[in-house]
């Protein structure tokens, strides 16, 4: 990578401040944590800095606490499981900034945990002030919180200005290796499957994929605004009317790159075990809620001729059984195609979660929009303003 990274810093006895995303979900009531996956994909980073004599400072944001402490949005919780799975004690700062915080300031070998960055207005508004008091905690700054990276805020950003040195954590690192690699010179051929609900979502990352890849398997809701754009039937299916157009012009610009689904599961309604059937032409009062059988196997058969795999978004209404079919047998094509493999969004991961398949690709992204950010070729803020090796 060709950005300085933890590896390229001296960091015995020296103060680190490294911004990580724990952003984790909280069952409401008891805050339990549901997933520590994002705990977890911060470990490396953090043993890391631990094994090479550091004190550790570690911040993150945690929900949408809109500028206001909220015991709802505490890490708190995150301090109690870090503390499990490092096996050594993590101190919970009340606050992120302040005389409070300064006086817990860590010694080489400790961990304390801030308080939730977003509890201060000035951590979104990217405020200098408030930039500077977090820098003025630290003698180095690792950004380690890829799923953050697209956001200019003052632990991502703003910060940077002021600390000695900064550089990237190792899942930055991992994730920009992977990101870097299926869309910088991929290897041949390259496929881009991209589902979900709207088109809308994904204009900029259907555009410059389509730069880059040879083919480009459309599923999910989104696959019906280009379908109605050709003038195919489409039923009461989930679409976005004012994006015809669009999809018209995405249609033309990308050629024949872009395949659409041939066959479709449709419903009456969107609930789990509805009755269905799986039809070529949406009949009027029925709605598309999984890629057919057809579309599996012809987009199974482009999968298993790639070298290059990117993939965002379910094909169906995957959270309803049986709509996951189409979304887990792709998990599978793509499991089985030995290509090198990127899954983004947390959709795509669950179906690759469910197919049993997880250890067979090669990278899946903790990053939501800034893994579409990226793959839409728009530069993250929280990389770029990093310096280079
Ligand atoms: P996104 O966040 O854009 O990746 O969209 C994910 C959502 O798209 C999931 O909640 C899916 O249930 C939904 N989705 C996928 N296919 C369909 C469909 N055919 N009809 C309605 N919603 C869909």
């Not at 401040?17 to 953090?46: H, Y």
């Not at 101190?91 to 960055?117: F, H, R, S, Y």
């Not at 610009?253 to 309604?269: F, G, I, W």
């Not at 079919?325 to 979660?353: C, L, N």
Request: proline share 6%.
């Amino acid at each position: 990578m060709s950005k300085l990274t933890i590896h390229n810093l001296d960091l015995k006895n020296k103060r680190v401040f490294m911004r990580v995303d724990f952003n984790v979900p909280l069952a409401p009531g008891d805050q339990e944590i549901t997933s520590d996956k994002r705990i977890r994909a911060s470990l490396p980073s953090i043993n890391y800095a631990l094994e090479h004599g550091a004190a550790l400072i570690l911040a993150s944001h945690l929900g949408r606490p809109k500028g206001k402490p909220n015991p709802e949005m505490s890490l708190k919780p995150v301090a109690r499981r870090l503390e499990q799975l490092l096996g050594r004690p993590v101190k919970m700062a009340p606050d992120c900034i302040g005389p409070q915080v300064e006086a817990m300031k860590p010694a080489t070998g400790e961990v304390l945990l801030l308080e939730n960055l977003r509890f201060h207005p000035e951590e979104e508004k990217n405020d200098p002030a408030f930039a500077k008091q977090l820098a003025s905690l630290c003698d180095l700054y690792v950004n380690d919180a890829f799923g953050s990276a697209h956001r200019a805020h003052a632990s991502t950003v703003g910060m940077v200005a002021f600390v000695p040195k900064a550089a990237a954590g190792l899942l930055m690192e991992q994730e920009l290796k992977y990101l870097t690699m299926v869309t910088k010179n991929p290897a041949h051929p390259c496929v881009a499957i991209l589902g979900g609900a709207k088109v809308s979502d994904k204009i900029e990352v259907i555009f410059n994929l389509s730069k880059i890849v040879d083919k480009l398997l459309v599923g999910g809701a989104m696959a019906y605004t280009f379908l109605k754009a050709q003038g195919r039937p489409v039923g009461k299916s989930l679409l976005e009317d004012d994006k015809l157009d669009l999809a018209r012009q995405l249609l033309t610009s990308t050629q024949d790159k872009l395949m659409l689904p041939v066959d479709h599961v449709v419903a009456s309604e969107v609930k789990q075990g509805a009755a269905n059937q799986v039809v070529e032409a949406i009949p009027d009062g029925m709605m598309g809620v999984d890629i057919g059988t057809k579309t599996v196997e012809q987009y199974s058969k482009v999968i298993a001729g790639a070298k290059t795999i990117i993939w965002n978004g379910p094909m169906g209404v995957f959270e309803k059984l049986p709509f996951d079919k189409g979304t887990v047998a792709i998990a599978k094509a793509v499991a089985q195609s030995g290509a090198v493999s990127v899954v983004g969004g947390g959709d795509s991961e669950k179906a690759i979660k469910a197919a049993g398949v997880a250890e067979k690709i090669s990278h899946i992204s903790t990053g939501g929009g800034a893994t579409l950010e990226f793959l839409a070729g728009i530069e993250l803020v929280g990389v770029a303003i990093l310096p280079d090796k």
